[in-house]
């Protein structure tokens, strides 16, 4: 079965542009992820979806992020406008139901540059 | 809330030799505990998970990690390292505490070099 897919795998842009980033889980998951990886803060979860609904985005770190999920296959993680102190690995990532014993299937991440 | 740290952001081992990897975490409730593996630009991938069936729990790749209520601690073992283990590990740690439990708090990682 195909994992987590992500695109684009990189992503170079300067400053003040808006970024999309792009997340199609497992089929069949019913939670859906986004972290952000830098090496000064390790591993943050930003937001996360049940259902495609979002369920707590208390970890989204400003009003210039968002997150959508339209339907159970496809959801994005939008930056607008972007700034160089969002540059950082951007991972989806999905579980099944019954949380606590289903582990999180990541995606490879999108590597973003804001310049 | 909970925590994680793991002790040693950076453990070189020899080809052959065990491989311990620490992880200390708090949590107010009894935790699901996870150790995942990252490797060069690729994501995480779960190694194991403590649900509380067991307090040794084994994992892919000959992994096993302890689960000690007293030490409050998880930490992950190997008896003898290979190359492909190289690597950055990550602890996780969760509890079933209402709002929060779908919530991981993930430690900092720990980078594993293997020498030949």
């Given at each position: 079965d195909a994992g987590v897919i992500q695109s684009p795998r990189h992503e170079v842009t300067e400053m003040g542009q808006e970024v999309t980033l792009r997340c199609k889980p497992i089929s069949g998951h019913d939670y859906l992820f986004w972290y952000r990886q830098t090496?000064?803060?390790?591993?943050?979860?930003?937001?996360?979806?049940?259902?495609?609904?979002?369920?707590?985005?208390?970890?989204?770190?400003?009003?210039?992020?968002?997150?959508?999920?339209?339907?159970?296959?496809?959801?994005?993680?939008?930056?607008?406008?972007?700034?160089?102190?969002?540059?950082?690995?951007?991972?989806?990532?999905?579980?099944?139901?019954?949380?606590?014993?289903?582990?999180?299937?990541?995606?490879?991440?999108?590597?973003?540059?804001?310049? | 809330a909970q925590s994680v740290t793991q002790l040693g952001s950076h453990v070189s081992v020899s080809e052959g030799a065990l491989v311990l990897l620490r992880c200390n975490y708090s949590s107010s409730v009894p935790p699901y505990l996870f150790w995942y593996v990252q490797y060069p630009n690729q994501g995480l991938q779960l190694l194991l998970k403590y649900t509380s069936a067991a307090t040794l729990v084994k994992g892919i790749n000959g992994f096993e990690a302890e689960f000690k209520k007293s030490e409050t601690s998880f930490h992950l073992t190997k008896p003898s390292a290979h190359m492909s283990d190289a690597a950055e590990y990550f602890c996780a740690v969760s509890d079933d505490s209402g709002g929060s439990n779908y919530k991981l708090t993930f430690g900092k990682g720990t980078l594993l070099t293997v020498n030949p």
């Open positions: 090496m000064m803060r390790g591993l943050e979860l930003l937001i996360y979806f049940n259902n495609n609904v979002p369920i707590d985005d208390s970890g989204m770190p400003e009003d210039r992020f968002s997150a959508k999920m339209p339907n159970a296959s496809f959801s994005t993680l939008k930056i607008q406008p972007s700034e160089p102190r969002d540059s950082a690995v951007y991972f989806c990532a999905s579980s099944l139901a019954g949380w606590g014993f289903q582990p999180q299937h990541f995606g490879d991440g999108t590597r973003l540059s804001i310049l | -």
